[in-house]
């Protein structure tokens, strides 16, 4: 029996991630979205970021219990270090571990769920009349880094995938690379 074929991570249009980044005006939101746009955290990697995990001198963060229960350290561009920065100077005192917490209703200041960040992107994506999800933001992660020339094995061990393969994926949708690879090819060859 034949498989379907997978179906390849879709990263945003710049216009579309544009739109999205200017309709995010709440600060919490903002920092837990930048995590994923430029550190290529998992939705429920953010939901469970602990403030242990944060190290603002090196700008690294250790994703504890990953997918596949591996640990690894991400880095914080400038944006997402002012985001998350900015988030921890007001989120509220807690006995929470986990860095973000629900801001409104019965369950303010327990940590937020995985649901939770889930139902504020959807609401994000609506206000700004764009198509994306959580994990659009991880894959446009990839494909910019990928583009920026970014080793494959980087890209890999930032995502935290135990196959290169899985990160392989991002290849066949990144074409500006592969563009730039074979017209700097040509010239060497003529």
Request: glycine share 4%; proline share 3%.
């Amino acid at each position: 029996m034949n498989q379907l074929p997978e179906r390849l991570p879709r990263a945003m249009d710049p216009d579309d991630l544009q739109k999205l980044l200017s309709t995010i005006d709440d600060i919490r939101d903002r920092a837990m979205f930048m995590l994923m746009l430029r550190c290529g955290l998992r939705v429920e990697e953010v939901a469970n970021l602990a403030i242990g995990a944060i190290d603002v001198n090196r700008r690294t963060i250790l994703v504890e219990d990953g997918k596949g229960a591996k640990d690894r350290i991400v880095y914080m561009s400038n944006d997402a270090l002012h985001a998350l920065a900015a988030y921890l100077r007001v989120r509220p005192a807690s006995r929470a571990r986990k860095i973000f917490l629900v801001e409104k209703g019965t369950c303010t200041g327990q940590p937020i769920s995985i649901r939770g960040i889930q139902k504020r992107m959807e609401y994000y994506a609506r206000k700004a009349k764009v198509r994306v999800s959580c994990h659009h933001l991880r894959h446009t992660m990839a494909t910019q880094m990928l583009n920026a020339d970014a080793d494959l094995s980087t890209i890999q061990d930032l995502l935290g995938h135990s196959s290169v393969k899985t990160t392989q994926r991002y290849c066949r949708i990144s074409n500006l690379k592969v563009q730039r690879d074979y017209y700097k090819a040509m010239e060497v060859i003529r």
